[in-house]
């Protein structure tokens, strides 16, 4: 496992951008996945993006392609969620989370940071 912590969010209006960090720690980063979700109220959690921390490769939802940008600092131990042309839909909790490489089971996540866009 790792330890996580987002910051960042905020309130915005639709069409502001905003950006997300997450601080990693922990050990063998390079054997391990990460990702950004988000949880809006009475909606199912969904997952934005992910990011390989030895080789950077990215995946992007529908929702987001084109829009949102993952990154990670390798030197400062932070992910990245660049958010642009944000819509009153994007609204809600975020979190970073980790996984073993090539699994799904995220096993560390973060405290989530409110992320609010308004119409």
């Known amino acids: 496992q790792v330890q996580l912590a987002e910051s960042g969010g905020g309130l915005v209006q639709a069409g502001d951008s905003l950006s997300l960090s997450c601080a990693v720690s922990?050990?063998?980063?390079?054997?391990?996945?990460f990702a950004w979700f988000r949880q809006a109220p009475a909606k199912e959690r969904e997952r934005p993006g992910t990011?390989?921390?030895?080789?950077?490769?990215?995946t992007y939802a529908d929702s987001v392609r084109g829009r949102w940008t993952i990154s990670r600092d390798d030197a400062k131990n932070t992910l990245y969620l660049q958010m642009n042309a944000l819509k009153p839909e994007d609204t809600g909790v975020y979190y970073c989370a980790s996984a073993k490489l090539g699994t799904n089971d995220y096993d560390s996540w973060g405290q989530g940071t409110q992320v609010t866009v308004s119409s």
């Open positions: 990011i390989g921390w030895f080789a950077g490769s990215t």
């Open positions: 922990g050990r063998s980063l390079m054997l391990r996945a």
